[in-house]
């Protein structure tokens, strides 16, 4: 049915509607008949009349009725009510009488019959048609609050939806044993495997976002525990903004296992080192480079140079940022850290005031067959971007380290614990000023266990992990650049900067995780251990002893003392180490990070 048709339909039976209303009450409560006829029709022709008038006001004719609530319903209330208003005015001008339990009863029969034919559609909607899709999966919803209402009504309201809700589970006593939207809350969260046995449960919804995520997390762990599909509602102020709608739900991932409140940034430092400024990062495409382009964005630099080598992927966040803040500048730049005069050539040409130097290589395994690489991009690089910056007079320079530049055991950590003494060389020789941020595995970046695991799991098995009692550090990429970004701006020069990365995990737990949260248990995927590789270590330290030091600098974040390093031993290792075997470079470059070359200490102040 066309709208104009539509409107016209709607039209004609309200005006039935009307006039049964009016004849049915008059004739029903007035007995005194002097006059009846005249009062029936000027009231009728009145009241005919005036609710379309106010039935166009509150646009009774242009709602979905299918869809019809609380707001629907109260527009009825107002238009009924108010066009009963001029048929009162027109008895007492008219008639000197105003037949007052009449029109009450013309007006609870006009409301009735008039959200009747409205609310009819949708009662046939929720009754009939949903019902009739056998389709549709049996949905549990955790949270019977206002996220949990607005997930079950949508559920109901599509279509299209594959899921049905059929019940809530909430830890609030008071709501227990009630309904929501004709949908039970039959028990608490702990209830969870007894409700889904019982019930059928075929899917769960989180719906609770307001919850801190420690006690996210223990719901996600129950959840992934049953072998039913689990997935979380988006974000309510991003379903506010209209960035999302309430349908796109997505999987918990094990992100949201590992994941912690994040921390409140503070803007105004931030925003003094980065608004208006010209912002360099190194190694832009990859995982925690681009992150940190897109936090940098944020505060509203002039410029941000975008400089990598790889040209895919510095094309991509570069499009990705130029339609996301059309108001900056971005300068894409293919170049690699291990180029001197070309690194020197792009900080002349647009003279950053701040870098944030990520490029690196950083898989383990990879360096320690290939430490003459690790050595070029790792030192070099390093030493290449803080001496341009040196020259060109950059305000600052962040360079992101990793926790396995503690007490290293392979020729990456070595090569990052070696690119950090660089970093604290050159704040004791130049105004820029030098600091380097520490932090342990981020979740979903390159090389990450996670995409390992999942492929893994995809192909049915085994889950390989090294060692039953190896555990790491996690953070999420966009915590960790958050805080790099705020590291970079409270640094007042040769720090080293640890990021608080929360309990270590065990990677076995890790594994036994993501094969509960794809549906399976680890009776159906194995979980092999292969042995640890050449340079890897069953824990991983965020400080070493020398470099404890306890004051939190500010939330999750820590300064780590640094001892002065004589600079001369690393450019003798640039000089040397081409002609060094595999094996004579391993070992060199772990003495240097250790510290254990008789010359490599020196006392020194900026």
């Known amino acids: 049915m066309s709208q104009s048709k539509r409107k016209v339909f709607l039209g004609l039976v309200d005006s039935i509607i009307v006039l049964s209303a009016i004849f049915i009450s008059y004739y029903l409560v007035v007995t005194n008949t002097d006059r009846l006829p005249e009062a029936i029709l000027a009231s009728s022709v009145v009241l005919l009349i005036s609710h379309h008038i106010f039935a166009?006001?509150?646009?009774?004719?242009?709602?979905i009725w299918e869809y019809a609530s609380v707001g629907e319903l109260t527009a009825i209330i107002k238009a009924v009510s108010l066009s009963v208003i001029p048929v009162y005015m027109m008895q007492m001008m008219v008639f000197d009488v105003t037949y007052n339990r009449a029109m009450l009863v013309t007006w609870m029969l006009h409301i009735l019959l008039i959200g009747g034919s409205r609310f009819s559609w949708r009662i046939f909607r929720d009754e009939f048609i949903q019902q009739s899709d056998m389709k549709q999966k049996r949905t549990l919803i955790i949270g019977a609050g206002k996220a949990g209402s607005m997930v079950a009504r949508q559920l109901q309201q599509s279509e299209m939806s594959e899921l049905k809700p059929v019940s809530f589970v909430d830890d609030d006593p008071q709501k227990i044993n009630?309904?929501?939207?004709?949908?039970?809350?039959?028990?608490?969260?702990?209830?969870?495997?007894?409700?889904?046995?019982?019930y059928m449960i075929e899917h769960i919804v989180i719906a609770i976002p307001s919850l801190p995520r420690a006690e996210l997390n223990g719901i996600f762990l129950t959840c992934a525990t049953t072998k039913v599909r689990t997935q979380i509602m988006p974000a309510v102020e991003d379903i506010m903004s209209g960035k999302v709608s309430v349908m796109q739900m997505r999987d918990v991932q094990v992100e949201d296992l590992l994941g912690r409140d994040p921390v409140e940034l503070d803007n105004?430092?931030?925003?003094?080192?980065?608004?208006g400024r010209r912002v360099m990062i190194t190694g832009a495409g990859g995982s925690i480079g681009s992150e940190v382009c897109r936090q940098v964005s944020l505060f509203h630099p002039?410029?941000?140079?975008l400089l990598g080598h790889g040209e895919n992927s510095i094309y991509a966040i570069d499009m990705e940022l130029r339609n996301q803040f059309g108001h900056i500048?971005?300068?894409?730049?293919?170049a690699d850290v291990q180029d001197e005069e070309r690194i020197n050539d792009v900080i002349s040409t647009y003279s950053p005031d701040v870098i944030y130097h990520a490029a690196a290589h950083k898989h383990v395994p990879l360096m320690e067959k290939n430490p003459h690489e690790a050595i070029k991009n790792n030192v070099m690089g390093t030493l290449n971007v803080s001496k341009a910056a040196d020259r060109h007079g950059v305000s600052s320079f962040v360079m992101v380290s990793t926790d396995k530049a503690v007490k290293p055991t392979s020729v990456m950590g070595a090569t990052k614990r070696i690119a950090e003494m660089v970093v604290q060389h050159m704040d004791t020789v130049s105004d820029t000023k030098f600091v380097?941020?520490?932090?342990?595995?981020?979740?979903?970046?390159?090389?990450?266990?996670?995409p390992l695991f999942k492929q893994q799991i995809e192909n049915g098995g085994p889950v390989t992990v090294t060692h039953p009692e190896m555990t790491r550090y996690f953070m999420t990429i966009p915590e960790a650049?958050?805080?790099?970004?705020?590291?970079?701006?409270?640094?007042?020069?040769?720090?080293t900067f640890v990021l608080d990365m929360g309990k270590p995990v065990k990677i076995v737990d890790l594994a036994k995780n993501l094969i509960r949260l794809s549906g399976f248990t680890e009776d159906e995927i194995e979980i092999r251990y292969t042995g640890m590789r050449p340079g890897e270590k069953l824990f991983e330290e965020l400080l070493g002893e020398d470099e404890v030091h306890g004051e939190q600098i500010?939330?999750?974040i820590y300064r780590g003392k640094t001892p002065p390093v004589n600079i001369q031993v690393i450019n003798e290792l640039i000089e040397e180490f081409d002609a060094m075997s595999t094996q004579k470079l391993r070992v060199s470059v772990l003495d240097i990070a250790h510290f254990r070359t008789k010359q490599l200490r020196a006392v020194g102040s900026k």
Request: no cysteine; hydrophobic share 45%.
């Open 436 to 450: 380097a941020v520490r932090f342990g595995n981020v979740l979903g970046s390159r090389g990450s266990v996670i």
């Open 481 to 495: 650049s958050r805080l790099v970004v705020q590291a970079g701006a409270i640094a007042d020069g040769g720090e």
């Open 178 to 198: 009630l309904e929501i939207m004709g949908i039970p809350v039959l028990g608490k969260i702990d209830s969870l495997h007894q409700i889904v046995n019982d």
């Open 329 to 334: 500048t971005y300068e894409a730049v293919i």
């Open 554 to 556: 500010y939330p999750m």
């Open 56 to 63: 166009h006001f509150f646009n009774l004719y242009n709602r």
């Open 268 to 275: 105004q430092s931030i925003g003094k080192k980065l608004t």
């Open 302 to 305: 002039d410029t941000v140079i």
